[in-house]
């Protein structure tokens, strides 16, 4: 029997606000430039991101499809990261487009801006949707089939939007909750749909690598990929392997000292050992297997913390005031025209805005604590609430003009 | 006189009001030492200044806060800043020539009993707030409960800045009355800066052109403050006349509760928070605002809607502060009724009427106050007992 690995990667960065005060308010509207001397700016974490980053890793990944003609990859890239890496560092944007040109990687689709406009404005999500499609096809040139929206928030609605938007198939956390007695390893049917095939994230196998990894502590440290490689071969009634995790993974979340690299180096020819055992694209997956059954989500899921669900983006009221304000002026943006500011808009939309505002475990300092640009959530709260405020601003400015 | 801090280096009204307080004495022919805890630049003609430890003030201030003492004595062990600044008071009044030991607030009141020990010199304590206050009507610190109860016992008189707070020494401390006068603080409008021509807050002018209210509050955000009691009232304001902008300047251990609060309220877009300011930022608050509220649990003095109506700001004051008793001008409520300081904020901002007329009377007011008076008081009671007590 056929068994595949499905490895999705997600290189994602946001457009950070800088510290940006009440005094700033209708004389600069520049939220998105920090000083050059500040580490947590965001040309400064492209470049360190790069280094760390995207460069090894597209390093790797190019040898190992050069090496193993079987070995396949799926990423996905949002246009926030795009533009910020065409004009900060465009050798790295080109690795990505290297990538692409061997014909072994699959772009997948989202928001332009990383937002969670499916569940404020599903025009407005309609709108970045296409954006992304068509930064994807005039960077990469291809158009992606396979649906995958913010921080893997999934739920039967979106399934059947993206259904009937005719993408071949949609990516989802596979949490246990939703799948009760089966397990990730199969290919589902979202309810409710006629066409779309659903891929649902091996959190265990994925999360080994991408949160376990260099955790000392861990029972399994350290991780050989002839261990983890052990592990998939051993699993009984399954076919497909979908290991989805941040790109970030490799270099960042999972330094090099770890070894993480020499894992991935060694985990493909490891796997491609046994007979019948290959690697494909998301969609390639779609197209060889067939589903085995339904899958009902009425509740949103997303791929973090133990909660699986947006409390990490919307589980407090500064988060929900936040969100709430910036949709709130949709149609008064929109109505502008003024691309610059429509573009501010959306880049407020990212959702790594509401999560560095997240207050769950803030007295830990954990993980989140760790992906802040911020000393507090409060602090990140105001800068963003003032970034709002100038917008009013601009809107004032330009009902005035008209 | 011993104190904590003066101008520029303060943190809040303490330091404005010794300093206020020691220019307009020197005026009457006081001759002041003023002793320091830390080094300062402040140059004056007025009075000499002494420094006790060789630290500038930003070292200092980190370590012991005038309004946050328990939070730095949650060991319940007396500071080393405390202690040097005890010892070298001891020596200064030794070594130096004086009739009167003048000291202000509990962080200063060990000092003033070891001069005192030491000279025999009599000691007046100068109380601006008790440590119930401080904590918000709360018990407070026990330790300094305890230095204020024995400063306070052991002192030939005490001043309190207003009559509310004579009343709270009568009361935590079981001191006799007649032993407590009120010198009441007090402003020279001569000495307050002006506005100039642009506000910095620029985006609530725009604001205010659209039929904007802005209501603030300047001061540190901790629980005496009530903050939180304003922004429920906040709410119930913004719920009748949407157009209102609450403007929040200070920072302090409630930071982070009131802005979470003010979500929690559904009003984060209504309010917004500058943190801590000084200088044009501060005086433009006042500027900017058309009402500034001081909804305090309890203010000894609260110097603020003086300030505020000298940038020609009106103010509603909560009964439970001392300028209350000596500002006429103004809009008083319960610190505790919120409803009450909703309608009148409501009420006010919808009344061009009331806001002209109490900005006019306030004006006159403020006009004819001033720290003279205050000193003059002080010069009697320094009288009284530079010579001993009267039998």
Same mark, same amino acid.
């Given at each position: 029997?056929?068994?595949?690995?499905?490895?999705?990667?997600? *290189?994602?960065?946001?457009?950070?606000?800088?510290?940006?005060?009440?005094?700033?308010?209708?004389?600069?509207?520049?939220?998105?430039?920090?000083?050059? /001397?500040?580490?947590?700016?965001?040309?400064?974490?492209?470049?360190?991101?790069?280094?760390?980053?995207?460069?090894?890793?597209?390093?790797?990944?190019?040898?190992?499809?050069?090496?193993?003609?079987?070995?396949?990859?799926?990423?996905?890239?949002?246009?926030?990261?795009?533009?910020?890496?065409?004009?900060?560092?465009?050798?790295?944007?080109?690795?990505?487009?290297? %990538?692409? *040109?061997?014909?072994?990687?699959?772009?997948? *689709?989202?928001?332009?801006?990383?937002?969670?406009?499916?569940?404020?404005?599903?025009?407005?999500?309609?709108?970045?949707?296409?954006?992304?499609?068509?930064?994807?096809?005039?960077?990469?040139?291809?158009?992606?089939?396979?649906?995958?929206?913010?921080?893997?928030?999934?739920?039967?609605?979106? *399934?059947?939007?993206? @259904?009937?938007?005719?993408?071949?198939?949609?990516?989802?956390?596979?949490?246990?909750?939703?799948?009760?007695?089966?397990?990730?390893?199969?290919?589902?049917?979202?309810?409710?749909?006629?066409?779309?095939?659903?891929?649902?994230?091996?959190?265990?196998?994925?999360?080994?690598?991408?949160?376990?990894?260099?955790?000392?502590?861990?029972?399994?440290?350290?991780?050989?990929?002839?261990?983890?490689?052990?592990?998939?071969?051993?699993?009984?009634?399954?076919?497909?392997?979908?290991?989805?995790?941040?790109?970030?993974?490799?270099?960042?979340?999972?330094?090099?000292?770890?070894?993480?690299?020499?894992?991935?180096?060694?985990?493909?020819?490891?796997?491609?050992?046994?007979?019948?055992?290959?690697?494909?694209?998301?969609?390639?997956?779609?197209?060889?297997?067939?589903?085995?059954?339904?899958?009902?989500?009425?509740?949103?899921?997303?791929?973090?913390?133990?909660?699986?669900? %947006?409390?990490?983006?919307?589980?407090?009221?500064?988060?929900?005031?936040?969100?709430?304000?910036?949709?709130?002026?949709?149609?008064?943006?929109?109505?502008?025209?003024?691309?610059?500011?429509?573009?501010?808009?959306?880049?407020?939309?990212?959702?790594?805005?509401?999560?560095?505002?997240?207050?769950?475990?803030?007295?830990?300092?954990?993980?989140?604590?760790?992906?802040?640009?911020?000393?507090?959530?409060?602090?990140?709260?105001?800068?963003?609430?003032?970034?709002?405020?100038? %917008?009013?601003?601009?809107?004032?400015?330009?009902?005035?003009?008209? | 006189?011993?104190?904590?801090?003066?101008?520029?280096?303060?943190?809040?009204?303490?330091?404005?009001?010794?300093?206020?307080?020691?220019?307009?004495?020197?005026?009457?022919?006081?001759?002041?030492?003023?002793?320091?805890?830390?080094?300062?630049?402040?140059?004056?003609?007025?009075?000499?200044? =002494?420094?006790? +430890?060789?630290?500038?003030?930003?070292?200092?201030?980190?370590?012991?806060? #005038?309004?946050?003492? +328990?939070?730095?004595?949650?060991?319940?062990?007396?500071?080393?800043?405390?202690?040097?600044?005890?010892?070298?008071?001891?020596?200064?009044?030794?070594?130096?020539?004086?009739?009167?030991?003048?000291?202000?607030?509990?962080?200063?009141?060990?000092?003033?009993?070891?001069?005192?020990?030491?000279?025999? %010199?009599?000691?007046?304590?100068?109380? =601006?707030? #008790?440590?119930?206050?401080?904590?918000?009507?709360?018990?407070? =610190?026990?330790?300094?409960?305890?230095?204020?109860?024995?400063?306070?016992?052991?002192?030939?008189?005490?001043?309190?800045?207003?009559?509310?707070?004579?009343?709270?020494?009568?009361?935590?401390?079981?001191?006799?009355?007649?032993?407590?006068?009120?010198?009441?603080?007090?402003?020279?409008?001569?000495?307050?800066?002006?506005?100039?021509?642009?506000?910095?807050?620029?985006?609530?002018?725009?604001?205010?052109?659209?039929?904007?209210?802005?209501?603030?509050?300047?001061?540190?955000?901790?629980?005496?403050?009530?903050?939180?009691?304003?922004?429920?009232?906040?709410?119930?304001?913004?719920?009748?006349?949407?157009?209102?902008?609450?403007?929040?300047?200070?920072?302090?251990?409630?930071?982070?509760?009131?802005?979470?609060? /003010?979500?929690?309220?559904?009003?984060?877009?209504?309010?917004?928070?500058?943190?801590?300011?000084?200088?044009?930022?501060?005086?433009?608050?006042?500027?900017?605002?058309?009402?500034?509220?001081?909804? /305090?649990?309890?203010?000894?003095?609260?110097?603020?809607?003086?300030?505020?109506?000298?940038?020609?700001?009106? /103010?509603?004051?909560?009964?439970?502060?001392?300028?209350?008793?000596?500002?006429?001008?103004?809009?008083?409520?319960?610190?505790?009724?919120?409803?009450?300081?909703?309608?009148?904020?409501?009420?006010?901002?919808?009344?061009?009427?009331?806001?002209?007329?109490?900005?006019?009377?306030?004006?006159?007011?403020?006009?004819?106050?001033?720290? @003279?008076?205050?000193?003059?008081?002080?010069?009697?009671?320094?009288?009284?007992?530079?010579?001993?007590?009267?039998?």
């Amino acid at each position: 029997m056929k068994k595949t690995i499905v490895l999705y990667l997600h *290189a994602h960065q946001p457009y950070r606000v800088r510290n940006y005060t009440i005094f700033d308010v209708g004389k600069k509207h520049d939220y998105f430039n920090w000083s050059e /001397s500040e580490p947590n700016g965001n040309k400064r974490v492209i470049e360190k991101v790069s280094e760390k980053s995207y460069i090894p890793t597209n390093n790797m990944l190019i040898k190992l499809l050069n090496k193993h003609p079987e070995f396949k990859v799926s990423l996905s890239i949002t246009g926030t990261l795009i533009t910020e890496l065409e004009k900060w560092a465009p050798d790295v944007l080109q690795s990505f487009v290297d %990538l692409c *040109a061997t014909g072994k990687v699959e772009i997948v *689709a989202e928001t332009y801006h990383h937002s969670l406009a499916f569940f404020y404005s599903l025009q407005e999500f309609e709108i970045q949707v296409q954006m992304h499609r068509e930064k994807i096809e005039s960077v990469f040139g291809q158009t992606p089939k396979v649906f995958r929206n913010t921080e893997l928030a999934y739920n039967n609605d979106l *399934a059947i939007w993206a @259904d009937k938007s005719g993408y071949k198939g949609i990516l989802a956390e596979g949490w246990d909750n939703v799948l009760g007695w089966r397990n990730s390893n199969h290919l589902y049917r979202p309810i409710n749909t006629q066409n779309i095939k659903l891929l649902m994230k091996n959190y265990k196998l994925s999360d080994d690598v991408a949160f376990r990894f260099g955790d000392k502590n861990w029972n399994e440290w350290p991780l050989d990929a002839e261990k983890y490689i052990g592990w998939i071969n051993e699993a009984q009634d399954s076919e497909v392997f979908n290991l989805f995790m941040d790109y970030e993974t490799f270099g960042e979340h999972q330094w090099q000292e770890t070894g993480v690299f020499d894992f991935l180096e060694n985990m493909v020819p490891v796997w491609l050992e046994s007979e019948g055992n290959t690697f494909m694209t998301v969609s390639e997956a779609m197209d060889n297997f067939e589903v085995s059954d339904v899958i009902d989500v009425p509740e949103t899921v997303t791929w973090a913390d133990t909660e699986r669900d %947006l409390s990490a983006w919307l589980g407090n009221s500064m988060q929900q005031e936040a969100i709430k304000s910036i949709y709130q002026l949709s149609s008064k943006i929109l109505k502008t025209g003024d691309w610059s500011l429509i573009e501010d808009w959306r880049r407020l939309q990212t959702s790594d805005h509401f999560y560095y505002m997240c207050t769950k475990y803030f007295n830990d300092g954990d993980i989140h604590a760790y992906f802040s640009p911020y000393k507090t959530p409060y602090e990140a709260a105001i800068n963003f609430m003032n970034a709002w405020h100038d %917008l009013n601003f601009r809107l004032h400015e330009k009902r005035e003009e008209a | 006189m011993l104190g904590w801090e003066l101008p520029p280096h303060n943190s809040g009204g303490l330091g404005v009001a010794c300093y206020q307080l020691c220019k307009s004495l020197a005026k009457n022919n006081v001759d002041i030492e003023f002793v320091l805890p830390y080094v300062t630049d402040q140059k004056n003609e007025f009075m000499k200044i =002494h420094s006790t +430890s060789p630290v500038s003030y930003k070292d200092f201030i980190h370590k012991l806060n #005038v309004y946050e003492g +328990s939070k730095y004595l949650a060991t319940h062990e007396i500071t080393d800043e405390q202690l040097s600044y005890e010892d070298s008071v001891s020596d200064i009044a030794t070594y130096g020539a004086y009739d009167i030991i003048h000291a202000h607030d509990w962080l200063t009141f060990r000092a003033a009993i070891r001069a005192k020990k030491a000279t025999g %010199l009599p000691m007046i304590l100068h109380v =601006h707030s #008790v440590e119930s206050d401080r904590a918000g009507g709360e018990y407070g =610190h026990p330790m300094i409960r305890e230095i204020e109860s024995l400063g306070l016992m052991m002192a030939d008189k005490i001043i309190a800045v207003s009559e509310r707070t004579r009343q709270s020494i009568a009361n935590d401390y079981n001191i006799p009355l007649d032993k407590i006068s009120v010198v009441h603080n007090s402003v020279d409008i001569d000495e307050l800066d002006v506005l100039d021509d642009e506000n910095i807050y620029q985006y609530l002018e725009l604001l205010k052109n659209k039929g904007y209210n802005i209501v603030t509050n300047i001061g540190r955000l901790t629980i005496q403050k009530n903050i939180t009691g304003l922004l429920h009232a906040a709410k119930e304001v913004i719920a009748v006349i949407p157009k209102t902008i609450f403007l929040i300047v200070g920072s302090g251990d409630q930071y982070h509760e009131i802005i979470s609060l /003010s979500a929690d309220l559904g009003i984060f877009q209504n309010v917004i928070f500058t943190g801590f300011q000084r200088g044009k930022a501060w005086r433009d608050a006042f500027g900017i605002a058309d009402l500034f509220v001081m909804p /305090s649990v309890s203010e000894p003095f609260g110097i603020t809607p003086l300030e505020a109506i000298n940038y020609g700001t009106p /103010s509603l004051v909560s009964n439970q502060s001392g300028v209350s008793e000596v500002f006429k001008s103004c809009l008083k409520v319960n610190f505790w009724d919120k409803d009450e300081m909703a309608n009148q904020i409501v009420g006010f901002l919808r009344s061009k009427g009331l806001q002209n007329s109490l900005r006019m009377n306030a004006e006159i007011e403020l006009g004819k106050m001033s720290w @003279d008076k205050s000193a003059k008081k002080m010069v009697k009671e320094y009288e009284i007992h530079a010579r001993g007590a009267l039998v």
